[in-house]
């Protein structure tokens, strides 16, 4: 847990996330920024801050993964799961606020992009370490030779997505001061890692 007086106080509005490939991505981006501020705006006028707002922005921050599905596995889950929350805030909220999520009906092997040599390369260090030591325990797995046979070709996939994930926690540790998601990775990531011998996560 990090100080949750240390946060950063919620932006007026959230960067779109546009995908190279799929435009529900950036249409859900979208929508998602424009139930943002229509969160805010609510909050002010009640003088009542609610967690809807910030979860309306880890849901935009999730988005990274839902594309690296997409493109990597050919599914849709995450994308789908993130208007069930998206509708799930606006039951919770008592607004009126049309929102859908145009998920793609399927997927052909053909459309999957071939996955990266390495994660992140050129992407700069992040400000939080614990996000650091992710970036190096992933890394790491990834790039061992047992996760580059056919067999391991799923495991290896789910590395990528556990990597996707970390825009969401940057924004979770920063304007909410929790570490969920970080927690889930690495239980996810030394799961991976304990199914291939000889795989040794550098980071704890």
């Given at each position: 847990m990090f100080a949750t007086s240390h946060c950063r106080p919620l932006p007026e509005f959230i960067?779109?996330?546009?995908?190279?490939?799929?435009?529900?991505i950036g249409w859900t981006s979208f929508r998602l920024g424009q139930l943002y501020r229509v969160?805010?705006?609510?909050d002010r006028v009640l003088n009542a801050p609610s967690p809807l707002a910030r979860h309306a922005l880890l849901l935009n921050s999730t988005l990274e993964r839902?594309?690296?599905?997409?493109?990597?596995?050919?599914?849709?889950?995450?994308?789908?799961?993130i208007?069930?929350?998206?509708?799930?805030?606006?039951?919770?909220?008592?607004?009126?606020?049309?929102?859908?999520?145009?998920?793609p009906a399927g997927l052909s092997c053909e459309e999957l992009d071939?996955?990266?040599?390495?994660?992140?390369?050129?992407?700069?260090?992040?400000?939080?370490?614990?996000v650091n030591?992710?970036?190096?325990?992933?890394?790491?797995?990834?790039?061992?030779?047992?996760l580059g046979t056919d067999d391991a070709i799923n495991d290896k996939i789910d590395v990528a997505l556990l990597w996707a994930s970390l825009p969401r926690v940057e924004d979770e540790i920063e304007?909410?001061?929790t570490r969920s998601t970080l927690d889930r990775i690495f239980e996810v990531a030394h799961s991976i890692a304990g199914r291939f011998p000889g795989v040794i996560p550098m980071a704890a």
């Open positions: 960067p779109p996330f546009y995908s190279t490939r799929y435009e529900a969160l805010l705006a609510k839902a594309d690296a599905e997409m493109r990597f596995a050919g599914e849709a889950k995450t994308l789908i799961n208007g069930k929350m998206a509708r799930r805030i606006i039951d919770q909220a008592e607004i009126v606020f049309d929102f859908e999520v145009h998920a071939q996955l990266p040599y390495m994660l992140g390369a050129d992407q700069p260090a992040s400000k939080w370490e614990h030591e992710a970036r190096c325990l992933l890394d790491n797995i990834y790039l061992d030779d047992a304007f909410c001061g």
